[in-house]
T-cell receptor, first 115, second 113 residues
């Protein structure tokens, strides 16, 4: 158990819909990261928040957005869903987020299926 | 964009055999990490290598960072069924965030009893 909690674990929805994925980081971790894992693209970095502020951005689609709340939990919002958005979405957390190397702790992921 | 290429993509071996997984790039990385992911779970960090030529051992797993810091390898001695999983190498994707990682496509290892 990494200490990172993600909900829901599974989500099935239709094209054009909007979903919200939720992540609670490990106690004390200030950074939250969102990653997408698909068969063809592998694990891709989407976005990072540190203590409520956006810190780094990857190839995140404009239809996707995220935020980190004062209690440090984070939400990833996916809208106008397309079939190709079907993937595993992972949240990870770390104590800091910059400087040197550090360990990311990944949650168990949210599996999104778009029909 | 810094890319990491892993080989082989799939590895199916018998318990007790040795194996090596490779992670290569044309770019220099300040550090490389190896993760292991099991079905239904997120990746778990195994090791971070930061110095060119560095060798780290974790029980039966040996990790090496290339002298030029462009490649890394993971060697498993006497594989066990519990080693089955997806092995991923990852490196910083640029910028100051160490959590913004570029991942290799992964190596799916299956160890048969």
């Amino acid at each position: 158990d990494s200490g990172v909690t993600q909900t829901p674990k599974h989500l099935i929805t239709a094209t054009g819909q909007r979903v919200t994925l939720r992540c609670s980081p490990r106690s004390g971790d200030l950074s939250v990261y969102w990653y997408q894992q698909s068969l063809d693209q592998g694990l891709q970095f989407l976005i990072q928040y540190y203590n409520g502020e956006e810190r780094a951005k990857g190839n995140i689609l404009e239809r996707f957005s995220a935020q980190q709340f004062p209690d440090l939990h984070s939400e990833l919002n996916l809208s106008s869903l397309e079939l190709g958005d079907s993937a595993l979405y992972f949240c990870a957390s770390s104590v800091a987020g910059t400087g040197g190397t550090g360990e990311l702790f990944f949650g168990e992921g949210s599996r999104l299926t778009v029909l | 964009t810094q890319l990491l290429e892993q080989s082989p993509q799939f590895l199916s071996i018998q318990e007790g055999e040795n194996l090596t997984v490779y992670c290569n790039s044309s770019s220099v990385f300040s550090s490389l990490q190896w993760y292991r992911q099991e079905p239904g779970e997120g990746p778990v960090l195994l090791v971070t290598v930061v110095t060119g030529g560095e060798v780290k051992k974790l029980k039966r797993l040996t990790f090496q960072f290339g002298d030029a810091r462009k490649d890394s390898s993971l060697h498993i001695t006497a594989a066990q069924t519990g080693d089955t999983g997806l092995y991923l190498c990852a490196g910083p994707a640029g910028g100051t965030s160490y959590g913004k990682l570029t991942f290799g496509q992964g190596t799916i290892l299956t160890v048969h009893p």
